[in-house]
């Protein structure tokens, strides 16, 4: 095997590590170096997610493999053992000190750590623990740490990791158990589902209020995970749907939705393009209207439904329900503002905090939201009443589409 120098490795290992989506820092404890202790810090919400690029560009969080070497054989993944991409594996040491010299010349504000399989699971996540454990303890690292988890690994090793992790992840990779049986045959739904199931005791016994001793630092970040779309046949409601129960089983922070893109070699089980990126920004669209403005999966769309590429989840929801708008700023619960189109969380809880001052008008709406443009068709104001939705007038219907012959 051919010899590479560090510089080599870190670009067939950063460029094999861009499909992997799940890379966002909110939400995790607060540390800092302040007063000469330790390297680094790691404030909530700093929301870094960009990737090491090997020409030097934006760097913000050095996003590597530990090895792209792997035994299993995913269909959808260039780093499968059948795969003919070049090869690098870097040292334990090799990572920590990266990450360390990153770190002060200021490139990057943590490390997401990922790998392929080597030897076994337990094998392939005690290297991966090696490197955190060193981070933390012997040098006091004190930035962003994201760890894939590898399902296979054993509990201990699966703790051992969220002790020094912010967030660790495990990829449920596609929406459908049969798919995933057909296209990763190596890979164990229910090794993955236990796994989650061990990092949520994990958390969830960390947070128990009232408890006399304080329980070992689990993940502060929480969980995450990540689905290949347009791999299988598996429509946007069935997604979803996947991701509606992977938040209420497992209390995920997010689930990450990666468009497949097409590998070199790959089997004709596989499309041969990707779907579109409009689709992704829809899936995020409607995964955020379930995780904070209340909306269940089954009233955006049902299980072998699509989005609609032209319009946004929200504003789709609306005009299948024009019945229930407009909707009166000033009079209207928070449930139902925010699901008018146009209005976010924070729109929402200011403008509830301003009504109690004095009755809003239309500017006040225009100034909250930065622009009316979406929202006056869906809203009364002291000064304000949209005239009937019609489609006809309506200037947020979508333009009428000419459908493909082929
Ligand atoms: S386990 Fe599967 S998805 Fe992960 S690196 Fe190996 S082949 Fe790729």
Not at 63 to 89: E, G, H, Q
């Amino acid at each position: 095997m051919a010899v590479l120098d560090l510089r080599r490795k870190l670009a067939i290992l950063s460029d094999a590590a861009k499909y992997d989506a799940s890379c966002a820092s909110s939400g995790t404890s607060r540390r800092d170096s302040r007063g000469g202790k330790g390297v680094g810090s790691s404030g909530p919400g700093m929301g870094i997610c960009h990737a090491y690029a090997p020409d030097g560009r934006c760097i913000s969080l050095l996003k590597i493999l530990l090895t792209n070497y792997c035994i299993y054989d995913c269909a959808y993944c260039v780093n499968r053992v059948s795969s003919n991409v070049p090869r690098a594996r870097f040292t334990v040491q090799e990572v920590v000190d990266l990450t360390l010299n990153f770190y002060k010349r200021n490139y990057i504000e943590g490390l997401f750590l990922s790998s392929g399989i080597i030897r076994s699971g337990d094998y392939t996540m005690e290297e991966m623990v090696r490197v955190v454990r060193a981070l933390r303890l012997d040098r006091d690292f004190r930035g962003y740490i994201h760890l894939k988890l590898i399902p296979e690994a054993s509990p201990a090793l699966t703790a051992e990791a969220a002790l020094y992790a912010d967030r660790v992840s495990i990829n449920i990779e596609l929406p459908r158990d049969d798919s995933l049986a057909r296209l990763a045959p190596d890979k164990d739904v229910a090794g993955i589902r236990r796994t989650m199931g061990e990092v949520r005791l994990g958390i969830d016994e960390r947070s128990e209020k009232g408890r006399r001793v304080r329980a070992p630092r689990f993940a502060p970040a929480g969980q995450s995970t990540q689905m290949i779309v347009g791999a299988d046949e598996a429509a946007d409601g069935e997604i979803l749907a996947r991701s509606e129960t992977l938040y209420g089983a497992y209390r995920l922070r997010r689930v990450y939705y990666s468009a497949f893109s097409p590998i070199p070699d790959a089997t004709a089980r596989l499309p041969l393009q990707r779907p579109p990126m409009m689709r992704e920004h829809r899936l995020y669209q409607a995964d955020w209207l379930l995780r904070f403005y209340g909306f269940s999966r089954d009233e955006l769309i049902g299980r072998a439904e699509n989005l609609d590429l032209a319009i946004d989840p929200k504003l789709a929801w609306a005009l299948r329900h024009r019945d229930r708008f407009p909707v009166d700023v000033n009079r209207a619960d928070r449930e139902m503002l925010l699901r008018t189109p146009g209005l976010g969380v924070r729109t929402v809880d200011r403008l509830l905090a301003m009504r109690r001052q004095r009755r809003l008008r239309l500017e006040d709406v225009r100034r909250l939201c930065g622009g009316v443009g979406k929202v006056t068709p869906f809203i009364v104001a002291a000064d304000w009443s949209p005239l009937a939705l019609a489609d006809a007038e309506h200037p947020v219907a979508p333009e009428p589409r000419q459908l493909s012959l082929f």
